[in-house]
């Protein structure tokens, strides 16, 4: 186990920068998740913390040391990919014995700890199978297998669970989970899946267009987004996100009515473009006629997914989600009221993408 | 007729067939019919001219018994051969060095496949032109050198014939298995090579234990496709040396040529082209079992 450091890495293709210059340092044992959209330098940052890539400037340290110039078999790290990367001429057993060959480790020591690892992930029955006998899921554990068996410093995943269908996808998050727990060994968790980001990571790294925008603790990205990137990437369905402007005395002009936000942040006086977000579940629908109510729409689309309901309601141009209890049955076409949950509600600075809140 | 085509399935088989038809007839006037003729005939006497008559096994016992130009032939065959292996294992350390990202690795993948939609008998001119020991460029670079003090006649040369018809097989085919092999180490997904970076293995390693198992359907493709050239190289042969000097490069596709069209021998002619062919198809098969019935296979994914 080991702590993880990146100090102004900076990755570059020829004149493209893909990463720019990032800081980012991850606790011993921790679970840590590097989360955004394809093309946001994630896995480029995973990659080269693996050796895989080169860095074009700063350092990286696994523990105290820096490996910038350190070959990948050296550095004490273990990898599992998204297509699992299991060599398919190999045995289930000797895929997972496979990294412990070149590392001078006795044959029957080999054995036992490929026998240990495959019995905590069930693996057993299957260690002479080929890797095109398995299905996904056991594909997938024999790639977890591969880089448990090693003990390795750190594990580093490389969207995992990408290639699975969604029922197995949320039970191999709970086993990632639970491994973790047990084994407690710093790992580094790369997806663009913004639920196995909330549900695994200890702390979550939101990284977007080769910057990093917010480390925070699940919650803390969740409630309080550092900025618009975050807040729109976060959540699902996400964040309302309307254009406002400050009208100088502690209230604000969204989707052309007037929102006293005095309760929870001071809108700036001075006149620029703002914009204020909601998440669904803190809008509540009520009858056109029902008082105080700020926002005047009409429901264009009722969305019944069960435990809520999801309500789009149209706001002169604006489009905005409300996520509402299911005993409540909106009315295609109906016009509606909507109250914002003003304590749960964010502004951010349009042009900088800033929180101001 | 039209309940016939009623079923959707017979209306397509129908389809199917309509196909297939012309492409098999010719394939029965040309393939099959001439190799059961061939068949039957390895059993009779017969000349152009004449009535067939039944022979039972009196060829098969003149080739094996009485004929060493047939066991010379068969020798040199099985000589000529070898130049398989070399060139494949050739075409691997090129199809390896051009799948590096090296600048202008397209030119030389061209330049290195570029002999062989050569046409044989093309090649067969220049190779003999480059042997030559008066002219030749050959023995113009090796006095040049210093490395020999007297010109080589190569193609009439005992020692030096087979090899050098060999040398220019080799060059011939050598692109084509390079290309054959670059596709099988393009279907090896980069990932593997990561995970087995990150495992610990070098290079050597990388390559005995997952470049080269991988590789192993496109490896064995290569080896029937050189079985076969060195059964059917007679262009290159007729081209460069006619099978000579005496018979030292005669092959035994050469020698069944010479049998039938010089000395209108159809009749034996054909009684060693079964024999070539039961030799080649169990060749054939050998390889393919080795290959685990998958040669030429490219896909591994799943």
Not at chain 1, 128 to 135: A, N, V, W
Not at chain 1, 261 to 288: H, K, M, N, W, Y
Not at chain 2, 223 to 233: C, E, H, W
């Amino acid at each position: 186990m080991a702590t993880v450091e990146f100090r102004n890495l900076v990755k570059r293709y020829g004149s493209v920068e893909v990463v720019h210059g990032i800081n980012l340092s991850i606790n011993d044992g921790e679970f840590l998740v590097l989360v955004g959209p394809s093309g946001c330098g994630k896995s480029t940052s995973l990659r080269m913390l693996a050796g895989l890539e080169d860095v074009t400037a700063g350092e990286i340290l696994i523990g105290e040391a820096e490996v910038n110039e350190v070959e990948p078999r050296d550095r004490d790290i273990a990898m599992v990919f998204q297509d699992y990367a299991l060599y398919p001429h190999m045995s289930v057993y000797d895929n997972m014995a496979f990294s412990l060959l070149y590392r001078k480790t006795p044959k029957a020591e080999i054995r036992e700890r490929v026998m240990e690892t495959a019995e905590i992930l069930g693996l057993t029955p299957l260690l002479d199978r080929r890797p095109k006998q398995l299905s996904g899921g056991q594909r997938q554990r024999v790639a977890m297998g591969r880089a448990i068996v090693r003990k390795p410093q750190v594990f580093l995943f490389d969207e995992p669970l990408s290639n699975l269908d969604a029922k197995l996808r949320a039970s191999m998050r709970l086993e990632i989970k639970k491994l973790h727990r047990s084994l407690g060994v710093t790992t580094v968790y790369v997806t663009h899946d913004q639920i196995e980001a909330m549900t695994l990571a200890d702390r979550v790294v939101v990284m977007n267009g080769g910057n990093i925008d917010q480390i925070g603790s699940p919650e803390e990205v969740y409630h309080a987004p550092r900025t618009l990137f975050v807040a729109g990437f976060i959540g699902s369905p996400t964040m309302n996100l309307l254009p406002a402007r400050s009208n100088g005395n502690s209230t604000l002009s969204v989707a052309g009515q007037t929102l006293n936000v005095a309760s929870r942040f001071t809108p700036p006086d001075e006149d620029r473009d703002l914009v204020f977000g909601i998440r669904p579940e803190d809008i509540t629908l009520s009858a056109e006629d029902a008082s105080g109510s700020e926002i005047e729409g009409l429901i264009d689309v009722v969305e019944a997914l069960g435990p809520d309901t999801l309500v789009f309601v149209n706001v002169g141009e604006q489009h905005l989600i409300a996520r509402v209890n299911p005993d409540i049955h909106p009315v295609t076409g109906q016009p509606v009221r909507l109250n914002f949950n003003i304590e749960k509600s964010h502004l951010f600075d349009a042009r900088s993408g800033e929180a101001l809140s | 007729m039209t309940r016939l085509f009623r079923l959707k399935r017979n209306r397509e088989l129908a389809f199917v067939w309509a196909l297939l038809i012309p492409a098999l007839i010719i394939y029965l006037f040309y393939r099959v019919i001439p190799l059961l003729w061939n068949v039957v005939l390895s059993f009779s006497f017969w000349a152009p001219g004449k009535p067939l008559e039944f022979a039972g096994l009196y060829h098969y016992e003149e080739m094996v018994f009485f004929d060493d130009g047939f066991w010379i032939a068969l020798k040199n065959t099985g000589v000529f051969m070898l130049a398989t292996p070399v060139a494949i294992s050739l075409a691997l350390a090129l199809a390896l060095l051009v799948d590096q990202k090296i600048r202008g690795r397209n030119i030389y993948r061209t330049l290195i496949f570029l002999p062989y939609p050569m046409m044989v008998v093309a090649v067969g001119i220049v190779w003999r032109w480059l042997y030559n020991d008066s002219v030749g460029l050959i023995n113009y670079g090796l006095r040049t050198f210093g490395i020999i003090s007297e010109p080589i006649a190569f193609l009439e040369s005992y020692r030096f014939a087979m090899i050098s018809v060999m040398a220019a097989a080799i060059w011939q085919i050598v692109g084509f298995f390079m290309i054959i092999i670059l596709t099988g180490l393009q279907n090896i997904p980069p990932h593997l090579h990561e995970a087995a970076l990150i495992d610990g293995a070098r290079a050597h390693h990388r390559f005995w234990r997952i470049t080269l198992p991988l590789l192993r359907p496109s490896l064995f493709l290569c080896v029937i496709l050189g079985v076969i050239a060195s059964f059917t190289s007679f262009d290159l042969i007729y081209t460069m040396t006619g099978g000579g000097p005496g018979r030292e490069t005669e092959l035994l596709i050469t020698y069944i040529y010479k049998a039938s069209f010089t000395l209108s021998q159809f009749d034996y002619a054909a009684a060693m082209t079964v024999v070539m062919f039961a030799l080649f198809l169990t060749l054939a098969t050998i390889a393919n079992r080795l290959s685990g019935g998958d040669a030429g296979k490219v896909d591994i994914t799943d």
